[in-house]
């Protein structure tokens, strides 16, 4: 705000600013709060191998953390990527396709993961550290690296070389010591070509990354903490079920907390123990009274959820996910709930395609063709493809059917979009469903000429004729609108 707009001399006050402006700067002015005006990698130098430290300890000893990254893995991979070749050659594509598969069973240079095993662990360390890497190596397999292996030192830096535009150049990758330690022999520099980076970052001048759930770890302290005291309380209950208040109580339970004290004999000989039970034989004057079993945490299941809500906010992982627990949701609460999940995953998911998958595939079709594999084919967009990616879950399965069926009727979707809602590929599909058919009017051929009796060839492929398909599809729809036509408070 400018003194000149207050009716203030402004001879004296030649347009000079105060601290009355933005209130929430003023706020933290007038608390001392300063910001720091620092780029996202100079905050990176100090904190980031830290904060990927605290998320390796937490997917180690925190079944909360480990359990809401393992589910977001879950969603975002599945089963796993297909494989959609679009080259212009029939027979290439379906050598392409048949080529990639057997490459991906095992695609890993040890021979312990599978081309899925590798679509999870590569998703699950971007998830837990930030970043992750992997190796094109000289025997046409995949090396996946540890975001903490990217370094030029033991202690663990950028690790990366850039050009005047902020471009890698060079990526320093070092093995582990027998204790876990960055042997610095053994880091190598890479150029972009040989390996691929996959990160996330949250600023213009990061190249690392931090852990995406690093604004949540706060959080999880918190939730150990709450769980943690509201174990120690069950189990102070399940020890001491009885409270007793009498003169000169501190030095009584001096005196029983101490073995073979013979001056505690006669209050020994007033309490009666059985398997189960204390039975206390009291002189008046002295009170005793059994502890409630709801003291500790009444609303602890409560103050758990609101916290496992606010944990999993920043990959966008709703409470219903991460407890897989749907009992206080309707359909199309959980419906939209699982839609705004999904939209987070759609992002992880073209990450895990463009910089993993995709590099990964046109590297192998490519070495395939410097080897000859496709050399009396023709090879026209032979690199070009898609990927089938886990879909968005059906959670009703009559309503979303009838919703597909509406979209496609009214030429508002695809049929190949509908099968990949399904994880299918149209041309596989299709190519299935035309021998179902074909071998269902070949049946339908020979009743008729064996018995001379029209068979409706629908039948033999799972499919129903014209006239019951009118029915059915009234039926469908009665049942799918069975719950809003029942009045309330009818069971």
Not at 227 to 239: F, G, N, T, V, Y
Not at 249 to 266: I, L, Q
Not at 296 to 325: C, V
Not at 345 to 367: C, H, M, R, T
Request: with cysteine; hydrophobic share 35%; charged share 30%.
């Amino acid at each position: 705000m400018r003194l000149a707009d207050r009716n203030i001399d402004k001879a004296n006050y030649k347009g000079e600013y105060t601290a009355l402006g933005y209130r929430s700067a003023t706020i933290a002015r007038r608390e001392g709060r300063t910001p720091q005006r620092l780029s996202g990698e100079a905050h990176q130098l100090y904190d980031r191998i830290e904060l990927i430290g605290q998320s390796r300890m937490f997917m180690m000893d925190n079944a909360i953390y480990k359990g809401l990254i393992e589910r977001a893995v879950s969603y975002i991979v599945g089963d796993g990527f297909t494989i959609q070749s679009k080259c212009v050659n029939k027979d290439t594509r379906l050598l392409v396709e048949k080529r990639w598969k057997a490459f991906w069973k095992k695609p890993e240079i040890t021979n312990t993961m599978s081309g899925t095993d590798c679509e999870k662990m590569t998703s699950r360390e971007v998830l837990t550290c930030g970043d992750t890497g992997t190796l094109k190596t000289t025997q046409n397999k995949i090396q996946l690296f540890e975001a903490e292996q990217i370094t030029k030192s033991e202690l663990g830096d950028i690790g990366i070389d850039r050009d005047a535009y902020g471009r890698p150049v060079a990526f320093y990758v070092g093995g582990y010591k027998k204790y876990g330690y960055i042997d610095k022999r053994t880091i190598k520099p890479y150029t972009p070509q040989q390996f691929l980076f996959i990160s996330t970052p949250e600023r213009p001048s990061c190249i690392r990354c931090v852990p995406p759930c690093q604004a949540s770890f706060p959080m999880f302290h918190r939730i150990d903490d709450v769980c943690d005291s509201e174990a120690i309380a069950w189990q102070l209950l399940a020890r001491l079920a009885l409270s007793q208040t009498q003169e000169h109580g501190r030095e009584v339970a001096f005196a029983e907390s101490k073995e073979d004290d013979e001056s505690n004999k006669e209050f020994k000989t007033r309490i009666t123990e059985l398997d189960y039970a204390l039975i206390f034989h009291g002189k008046p004057g002295e009170e005793i009274k059994g502890i409630e079993r709801n003291i500790p945490g009444k609303d602890f299941s409560a103050s758990l959820r609101m916290f496992l809500r606010l944990a999993g906010l920043p990959i966008g992982l709703p409470l219903e996910i991460i407890l897989l627990d749907w009992t206080q949701s309707n359909y199309s609460q959980s419906r939209a709930v699982l839609l705004q999940a999904f939209l987070a995953f759609l992002g992880w998911q073209d990450k895990n395609a463009d910089f993993f998958l995709s590099p990964i595939f046109e590297w192998q079709v490519i070495n395939d063709i410097v080897d000859g594999i496709y050399k009396d084919l023709d090879q026209t967009g032979i690199l070009e493809h898609d990927w089938i990616k886990p879909a968005f879950p059906w959670i009703d399965q009559l309503k979303e059917a009838l919703a597909w069926c509406a979209k496609l009727n009214q030429g508002l979707s695809l049929h190949a979009t509908v099968l990949k809602s399904l994880g299918e590929e149209r041309e596989d599909f299709n190519n299935e469903r035309q021998k179902e058919i074909e071998d269902a009017i070949d049946r339908s051929k020979a009743i008729k000429e064996k018995h001379g009796v029209e068979v409706p060839w629908q039948i033999f492929a799972g499919l129903l004729s014209p006239d019951m398909e009118k029915i059915n599809t009234s039926l469908l729809h009665d049942m799918a609108n069975a719950d809003e036509k029942i009045p309330k408070g009818a069971k």
